[in-house]
């Protein structure tokens, strides 16, 4: 019927749209429905390059040419100062929706004298001499760039960019002097991008979210804010935003943070925290830099101390928010007990159809140890998670640090019972 109404000469343009929609709503409503699907291909195994002993810190973005892009922070020592570690920031590439991937390569390299943060320097097993790269995020422009922002030893930050969807990089830029902005409102010492993937928005804006610490609590990352940073004109120079989620008694050490934007255009920031209430943070700005929301909790989105990773699904005529990270609290009441560890594990995507508003479906992905991941979606509609869990028995096998996993799964999967 619709093949018939299309081959009718358009007499009246204003009559026929709406009813040339309608069919072919009524058409696809006629189409079956993609049978469930879900697959997993560990991407980073511990033992499969002795140089490495950790990896974590997953990422993953699908670039404006349907190239699908995963990065993670490699660490040398199994255990120990972790955080400032020896690490590298590693990244394969796929060309067929994340079937099959190229070898990890090293993305991220400053040239020049290096320096020790000197407020890794004050905790014990810190090697002066070893270099830390950290938190890189990455961003698909519309036109086919790809951003790219990363830290040397939480103390410097770098611009760098490909337009050739990762095959190469241009020369890091140093844009450290866009954080001294912050110093007026809070005088860090130690700084840090994402990590995870993060946006552009509607207006062409380039928007990071970045969190701040003075170095003098645990691993020389507490206290800490969450803020973002932005562009305008792609990535060649870069400015500060305010404050968005202060540290208080109430809102205690905002730090990893990812952001989406909303219908509406504002972007929204989920942000993890070590509050009392056990959830996760959200705050919104009608820009992605000033004028944030007073924060919430979402009472849906449990906080057992983690990354997590949060993406807009646009398919199929659904414009949906997908949001992923262990969904798990020490009790079987789903109220964490003080002074006990909120156990990663659990690995769960929960899905949106008003804007974050509410959570009605939430699937559990991996039901051992997983902690850090990120999410992207295909051309095609399928949905990729990228995250870590433990190692089957080398490396850490008890942390999930032994590998990072991609589970490739549709719409169908996430919403069946």
Aim: glycine fraction near 8%; charged fraction near 25%; aromatic fraction near 8%.
């Amino acid at each position: 019927m619709v093949k018939r109404f299309l081959s009718l000469k358009p007499t009246n343009e204003r009559f026929m749209k709406p009813i040339l929609a309608t069919l072919l709503l009524a058409a696809a409503a006629t189409l079956p429905a993609a049978e469930p699907f879900l697959e997993k291909h560990d991407l980073f195994t511990v033992g499969d390059d002795p140089a490495y002993n950790i990896y974590h810190i997953p990422g993953i973005v699908v670039t404006a040419k349907g190239t699908v892009l995963a990065w993670c922070e490699a660490r040398k020592r199994p255990a120990g100062v972790s955080d400032w570690d020896d690490i590298r920031i590693l990244l394969r590439r796929s060309t067929d929706d994340g079937k099959s991937w190229s070898a990890p390569q090293s993305i991220a390299n400053v040239e020049g004298p290096k320096r020790k943060n000197p407020f890794a320097l004050r905790m014990k097993n810190v090697d002066p001499a070893d270099v830390t790269y950290n938190n890189p995020v990455l961003i698909a422009d519309r036109d086919g760039t790809v951003h790219m922002l990363f830290c040397l030893e939480y103390e410097r930050a770098f611009y760098q960019r490909s337009d050739d969807d990762g095959l190469s990089w241009s020369k890091p830029v140093e844009i450290t002097a866009t954080f001294d902005a912050f110093k007026k409102d809070y005088t860090w010492k130690v700084l840090a991008t994402g990590p995870n993937h993060s946006i552009q928005i509607k207006t062409g804006r380039l928007v990071v979210p970045v969190w701040l610490s003075t170095g003098e609590g645990g691993n020389a990352h507490r206290p800490s804010v969450t803020a973002t940073i932005y562009s305008d004109d792609q990535g060649k120079t870069w400015k500060a935003g305010d404050i968005a989620v202060p540290c208080t008694d109430e809102w205690i050490n905002p730090n990893e943070t990812v952001a989406i934007e909303l219908n509406d255009g504002r972007v929204m920031l989920n942000v993890r925290s070590e509050s009392k209430a056990h959830r996760r943070l959200v705050v919104t700005s009608p820009d992605g830099a000033t004028n944030w929301s007073t924060p919430k909790f979402d009472d849906a989105l449990l906080e057992p101390i983690c990354m997590g990773g949060i993406v807009r699904y646009h398919h199929g005529g659904q414009s949906l928010i997908l949001f992923s990270n262990p969904h798990n609290l020490d009790n079987a009441k789903g109220k964490a007990e003080p002074g006990k560890n909120r156990d990663r594990k659990n690995l769960s995507v929960k899905l949106s159809r008003d804007e974050g508003g509410t959570w009605p479906v939430n699937k559990r992905l991996e039901d051992g140890p997983g902690a850090y991941s990120d999410l992207a979606v295909t051309k095609d509609g399928t949905i990729l998670c990228f995250y870590g869990r433990a190692g089957d028995g080398k490396g850490m096998s008890a942390w999930s640090g032994g590998r990072l996993t991609l589970a490739r799964f549709n719409l169908e999967w996430l919403e069946q019972p």
